[in-house]
Structures are given as structure tokens and as C-alpha cells.
């Protein structure tokens, strides 16, 4: 099947009832958005999303981003506008969403802990930005990863790049540190993880509440990290360092 007929295929439908509301369980899903319902581990991502190539998306996505301009009254004549369109799409595809795909993952090498370091490794504030799924505005803080060697070392910026490819998609903070600690799980090939993440929502601060001040805090604790001591240490350690 041709790349566009697979694209008019998978194409939501547009009109009929409600554009694009639902009133199943009495709510806007534009107002279930800030709730956080329905929130699962996995990115909802649809089977064919990845039969189209880069190119064709930033085509595409470029296109319609135009017209979205064009509706809010914007000329696209005028020289400092002319090239957003494509310069956005081109954004989406190849920068803050690449972590969509599968190809874009890290490759992680793992090395033999000749050391035999058995203590905790605790990567501090790594900085991350992503994208709120409900707004597509960003999200952006940092977070600090720890694990207990199985016997395995992963290379230090291994763990950065990590983080940076599952927040490079349309998240939700709970769902991106759920993945980061899934990720690093298997990475590592031990449930001994822990991931802290602090970050301010830009939907929060600029649109809505408006509220600049407050942060979002989530965790994510596997293996020996459930037990309270290990956890303890953790997290005393990474206060030492916020502080
Ligand atoms: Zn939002």
C-alpha cells in the first residue's frame, strides 16, 4: 500500500456528529484533559505509525500547520512567517517528538562491573523537556535516576540519553517516569531502579491557573528501592543535591 493511501485510510474522521467531542461519560474530552484519566504505561501510539517515512510526515505535518496559521488570521506572505510552517513540522518530526519512534532509541551497551561497585549509582539533574499530551506545550525539570549493578555498568550518558528519548514524545509526567524507570529496568537488566522527576508544566504556568510557582513531583521505585532504607538513602541523596 502507497504511503498517502495508508495516510487516507488512518486519517481520523473529521465530520459527522460532534467534531470531534465526546459526551460518553458526561465530559468534554478537552476537559478531561487535565485530569489525567485514562492514562496508560504505553504511549497510545496506533499500529501504523511508522508506515509513513520522516519525510512524508514533515510534508504533511507542514501543510496542515499552515492552514492552521492561516486560520488564525496569520499571512503567510510576510517573510518572518513564510518558512514556519515547515520549520515547526520539520521540529515535531525530527526534534521534541523523535522519541516516537522506535528507530530513535538509544542503543545501550552494557559493560562487566569489573569494579564490583554494589552500592547504588545515583545520575543527578538530568535535565529533560517534553511535550504536555493535552496542550502540546512543554514540560521540562529534571530528573535523578539510580540502580544497583546486576553485575552490569550501562556508560553514564547512556542513562541521559534515556531519559531525553522518552521525553521526547507527547507525555504526561507520570506516564514519562513510569517508561524512564521501565526503560532503565531493562536496560540494565535489574528491577533495582529509582527515578525522581521534578518539572513545571507549562500548560499550568501560562494557560489555565496560570500559577508560575508550583512544580509536579512523580517517582518510580523497583526491586530493592521498595525497601524503605534503600529509598531513604535515595532520596536523602538527591535532596543533598537540590538543596
Ligand atoms: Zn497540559
Redesign the pocket.
Known sequence: MKQKEILLNTLPKLNGNGNGHCHANGHHHEEM?DAHLSTSANTPLREDAFLLDDDLKIELIEKHFREIMHILGLDLADDSLQGTPRRVAKMFVKEIFSGLDPKNKPSITLFDNHYQYQQMLIEKNITFHSN?E??F?PIFGKAHVAYISSGKVIGLSKINRLVQYYAKRPQVQERLTNQIGQGLMEALQTQDVAVWMEAK?M?VCMRGVEDVNSSTITSFYGGRFEEEKLRAEFLQAIAMVSA
Do not use: A, L, P
Request: hydrophobic share 15%; glycine share 14%.
Open positions: 484533559g504536555c493535552h496542550h506545550v508544566h500548560c
